[in-house]
């Protein structure tokens, strides 16, 4: 079964730091892009971040761009989000996806996690 | 920067079809995905490359685009379609996914 499962959300003050870690299992890892979307409370998604498979290729919104930084460890089959100079406006849940194919862009997020908590309060 | 409008509420009847709409500028030049989220879940991708659909997802629901509008149309439907709907780009130019701001579909 394909899983994502998220975790290292919490409770953070501003100008502070965190790192969300998504654990995915049951596909090979390198061969699919991933990224983060987020939603605040009471409102829409919110694209974060892609990786490519293999972690050739990462792109950013532009609300963390500067700010945060994803990486992927193959080893590890695990994802990651460091989460630095946090504002209130980052308060979301977090979401971890699995891309369709290797490419970001080019194919649908088809696997998404249960999401983490982050509050910036 | 590529914008995604959707109507912030639908409500149809039960049995009837539902139409969601996702408006951007040519959009019928882009590819559409569409995900589905009930109260508490993670979405769901109910719709890929405009008009797929994922194993799983129910032949009722099917996507359209033309021009600057990009349908998803839920055939006769249920109680338990009751959830917001998004649509979805990838914009090229800027390198960025774009989601929709979200419709809440409610079945009366």
């Known amino acids: 079964e394909v899983q994502l499962v998220e975790s290292g959300g919490g409770l953070v003050q501003p100008g502070g730091s965190l790192r969300l870690s998504c654990a995915a299992s049951g596909f090979t890892f390198k061969n699919y892009a991933m990224s983060w979307v987020r939603q605040a409370p009471g409102k829409g998604l919110e694209w974060v971040s892609s990786i490519s498979g293999r972690g050739t290729t990462t792109y950013y919104a532009d609300s963390v761009k500067g700010r945060f930084t994803i990486s992927r460890d193959e080893s590890k089959d695990t994802l990651s989000l460091q989460m630095n100079s946090l504002r209130v406006e980052d308060t979301a849940v977090y979401y971890c996806t699995k891309d369709l194919v290797v490419v970001v862009g080019t194919a649908p997020m088809d696997v998404w996690g249960q999401g983490t908590t982050v509050t910036v309060s | ?108």
Do not use: M
């Open chain 2, 1 to 108: 920067s590529y914008v995604l409008t959707q109507p912030p509420s639908v409500s149809v009847a039960p049995g009837k079809p539902a139409r969601i709409s996702c408006g951007g500028n040519n959009i019928g030049g882009k590819t559409v995905h569409w995900y589905q989220q009930k109260p508490g879940q993670a979405p769901v991708l109910v719709i890929s490359y405009d008009s797929d659909r994922p194993s799983g997802i129910p032949e009722r629901f099917s996507g359209s685009t033309s021009g600057n509008a990009a349908t998803l149309t839920i055939s006769r439907v249920e109680a338990g379609d009751e959830a917001d709907y998004y649509c979805q780009v990838w914009d090229g130019s800027t390198e960025i996914w774009v989601f929709g701001g979200g419709t809440k579909l409610t079945v009366l």
